[in-house]
Structures are given as C-alpha cells and as structure tokens.
C-alpha cells in the first residue's frame, strides 16, 4: 500500500552528480539479486541464507533507480548478483534500460556473471544493446573449478562463453588470484584468453562477509603476480580505462590487454567514479565503507522521483575519499561483514 504522496525541493534534474573531492559519479552497478547457483570459497559460506524476496527492489524499481542516476549523468550501467541472470524475469529490465542506449543518455549496458546461464540468455542480452560482458573464472581446470565455486560446471560456463562470443558480445575474464589454488595457473588462462580474443582482469581477494576459512590464506597480492608475468612476458602500461577500478597493460606476445584491480596493495581510490546499488535499495557510496543511503523508502513513498533524487543527491555528498581494507592475521575477521554477493560484485 503506497503512503501519501510528499512534495520536496529537489535537486534539479539533470545536473550532475559530484561528491565532495569533485569526482564525477558516472558509473552505477546495480546487484539486482543476492542469490547466487555457486558458492565461491572466496565469496560466501556453503550454507548461505539469503534474503527473504520481500526484501528486494522490484525490476520496476530498479529501473526507476536506474534511470534517475542516468538522468544525473551516470553513463555506465553494470547489473550484477550475486548472479544476476538468476533472477526471474531479469531480461525485462534489460530490455526496459535499453532505451537509455537508444536515447544516447547511456553509454553502455553490461553485466558481470559466473557464465552459467549465458548459454540461454547471449543473444537477448545483445539484442538489448550489451556490448560486452565479465564473466567471473577462476581456473580452466573442471575439479578445481568444482572446488572454487562448490556447485559450479565448469562445461556450463564454457557454453556461455561461446554463445555470448556467437552473439557477437566481447567478453572479459575476471579471475581472483587465490594462493595455492589458481597461482599457478595464471599464465594458462590468459594465453587461453587472449587466444579466444578475450581479456583478463586479475583482481586480489577482499576482506568482505564471513567465509568457511581465513582469507589470509587465500589472499596473493598482484604485485607479486605481476613480476612472475614480468619475467615472462613484456609487460607495456597502458592508459585504457573501461570506466572501472582496473590498471591495465598489453602483453604483444599474446596480443591482449590484462587487467589488475588491487584494493589491497594499491587502492584505486584516487579516480572512484562509481557508487553501488544493492538488491534492496541500499546505495552503498564505497566498496570498503559501511555507509549507505536508503533508496527504497524514497522510491515508494511518492510516484515522483523529487524524494529519490533528494536522496541520491544527499548520498554522494558523503562519498568517501578511500576505503579502508585490510588482510593479515592480526584481522581474522573480514574489513565488513556484508557478503560481496548483497554489495554487487
């Protein structure tokens, strides 16, 4: 039941969305789901309980969200999960965003997976105007791969991976760099991507929710991933910059770009143009902070959006300089205790 409608002076449409150290906020990720059909061992618990469906935002609440921040300059929508494509009826919303790309207020549309249901939804996902997608692997091994992700297959992911390359979507590899699971299976998957003409991203572990074991454990930094490549392969820095919190560079041996996304041994605070949205409407102003704004009430309380932008408007200016994440035996707890599957990966 909708309560009364309320009148606010509200931010003017349109204008820009700044935080306090003059950052622009163009990029929104949107989790539309907490659930997940993998159990990461870097992610989550086995035994997750995950939020109750009353709990979420509705597609048409989320589309409404959406489409304010684009309205206030945001020009890269990325939806996630959990794993997105999970959600029932999640293809309406793409298809309702869409219209973002048609207007030209949008610059992209995409979507970060675990691959498991590409098969089945590629092609609509690039008749919605998705270029591009991430797709979370970890190794190219089939038991291991069983061991990662505890419920996955591995067979399931490769399928996606090839209907979204037939329907034409380019595709980047997001591999989290696990001590003695995948370290030494670094140089195999990147020559195995770039040899699909894919790119890879390395991202390092980060201390978010409690899991079974200790994250010391598993957490490699990239620096030291990097030097083993360095020695290898050439490594040419490069400016490329796809909206997000990667430094990049060119292997020419493999003819591909690697990514690096370090937000523990070096953040990549300085340029954060990004804010995110979780499933039940929290808008969460940095990856590493527990601050949120409640977007949920503003959105149901009126059928105009003054309240919600009011919102939005009121959360950015309280945008943090810098997260805080720490990994070493002296914090056996995670930095926070959300899982990253209710923040949106």
């Not at 969305?17 to 907490?34: M, Q």
């Not at 921040?69 to 965003?97: A, C, H, N, W």
Request: glycine letters at 8%; one cysteine or more; proline letters at 4%.
């Amino acid at each position: 039941m909708r309560g009364p409608s309320i009148q606010l002076t509200s931010p003017e449409a349109g204008a820009p969305l700044l935080d306090p150290f003059g950052r622009a906020i163009t990029y929104l990720r949107v989790s539309v789901t907490d659930r997940c059909d993998f159990r990461c061992v870097y992610c989550m618990s086995e035994d997750m309980a995950f939020l109750p469906k009353r709990d979420l935002l509705t597609l048409e609440e989320l589309d409404r969200i959406c489409s304010v921040f684009v309205d206030q300059g945001v020009r890269k929508l990325r939806i996630t999960g959990g794993e997105p494509l999970v959600r029932r009826d999640i293809m309406t919303l793409f298809r309702s965003l869409s219209r973002h790309l048609s207007s030209g207020a949008l610059d992209e549309l995409t979507v970060t997976t675990n691959g498991s249901q590409l098969a089945r939804h590629a092609a609509e996902l690039a008749a919605c105007g998705v270029k591009r997608v991430n797709v979370s692997l970890d190794t190219l091994d089939p038991d291991k791969f069983r061991r990662i992700t505890r419920w996955g297959e591995l067979s399931k992911v490769m399928a996606g991976l090839d209907a979204a390359q037939g329907a034409g979507l380019r595709i980047k590899i997001n591999t989290v760099a696990l001590k003695g699971v995948n370290e030494d299976e670094i140089e195999r998957l990147l020559e195995w991507a770039h040899g699909r003409g894919m790119d890879l991203t390395l991202i390092e572990v980060m201390p978010l929710g409690e899991i079974d074991g200790q994250r010391i454990d598993q957490f490699l930094p990239l620096s030291v991933v990097r030097a083993r490549l360095g020695a290898r392969y050439p490594l040419e820095d490069m400016d490329h910059r796809t909206g997000g919190p990667a430094r990049y560079v060119r292997i020419a041996e493999t003819g591909g770009t690697l990514g690096f996304i370090t937000p523990m041994t070096h953040n990549f605070c300085e340029s954060c143009n990004r804010v995110r949205l979780t499933c039940t409407g929290q808008l969460f102003m940095c990856l590493g902070q527990e601050d949120a704004a409640d977007l949920r009430a503003p959105v149901r309380v009126s059928d105009g959006d003054a309240a919600l932008r009011q919102a939005i408007n009121d959360a950015i200016a309280r945008k943090p300089k810098g997260h805080d994440f720490i990994i070493d035996r002296r914090h056996s707890r995670p930095a926070l205790s959300r899982h990253m599957s209710v923040t949106g990966g």
